[in-house]
């Protein structure tokens, strides 16, 4: 169901950073600057941490940021917390009124 | 904000089922709103958005026909209406705050899942 493709897994020790990417086509990411990120925690609710490929959401640490190159975007946690430890997923608008996600990207704080 | 959906249950195939979210804590008649599901293993998936006074209406692509997404702003509520279960409908059910603008969902609820199984 997923048009956007992301590594199944990421991981890295407490302080370091982990990079996880998103890529897609030239007819959504490639095309438009809506690429947002979500955290999902099992149990709790699930978190805009990126939106519009760049920006943050009010009280959403600068440790977390976005950026775009192309067809992939690309989400950077910074200084790994062990509350970071989380299933990451990308979205992107894809025109017509259609908004795709990524099959998701499981990060581990090791 | 606060976003807490209900009516999800285990349904046998073929069946209806009709889905609410209820919000608090922020203005709900000014925002688009959505549903968005996850099936097991796998990632989200968009269902449908609505407008602000309920005019419009969009659909995922697989979701055209079956489902029906509608809202009643005096109840700051919204509801997901889906016909003729089928196993792949098997998932969470996730209400959403959508920022059409952008293209993102600022606010999403626990969810509700809904089982779909013979």
């Known amino acids: 169901q997923s048009v956007l493709t992301q590594p199944p897994s990421a991981s890295g020790s407490p302080g370091q950073s982990v990079t996880v990417s998103c890529t897609g086509t030239r007819s959504d990411i490639g095309a438009y600057n809506f690429v947002s990120w979500y955290q999902f925690h099992p149990g709790k609710v699930p978190k805009l941490i990126i939106y519009e490929v760049t920006k943050r959401p009010s009280g959403v640490p600068d440790r977390f940021s976005g950026s775009k190159s192309g067809n992939t975007a690309s989400l950077t946690v910074s200084g790994l917390q062990s509350d970071d430890e989380a299933d990451y997923y990308c979205s992107s608008f894809a025109g017509n009124n259609n908004f795709i996600f990524g099959p998701g990207t499981k990060v581990t704080v090791l | 904000v606060q976003l807490v959906e209900s009516g999800g249950d285990v349904v046998l195939p073929g069946v209806s089922l009709r889905l609410s979210c209820t919000t608090s804590?922020?203005?709900?008649?000014?925002?688009?709103m959505a549903w968005v599901r996850q099936a097991p293993g796998k990632g989200p998936e968009w269902v449908a958005n609505i407008k602000q006074d309920g005019s419009e209406t969009f659909y995922g692509d697989s979701m055209k026909g079956r489902f029906i997404i509608s809202r009643d702003n005096a109840k700051s509520s919204i509801y997901l209406q889906v016909n003729n279960l089928r196993h792949e409908d098997t998932a969470i059910y996730y209400c959403?705050?959508?920022?059409?603008?952008?293209?993102?969902?600022?606010?999403w609820g626990l969810g509700t899942q809904v089982t779909v199984s013979s």
């Open positions: 804590g922020f203005t709900f008649r000014y925002y688009w």
């Open positions: 959403a705050r959508a920022q059409l603008a952008g293209g993102y969902f600022d606010a």
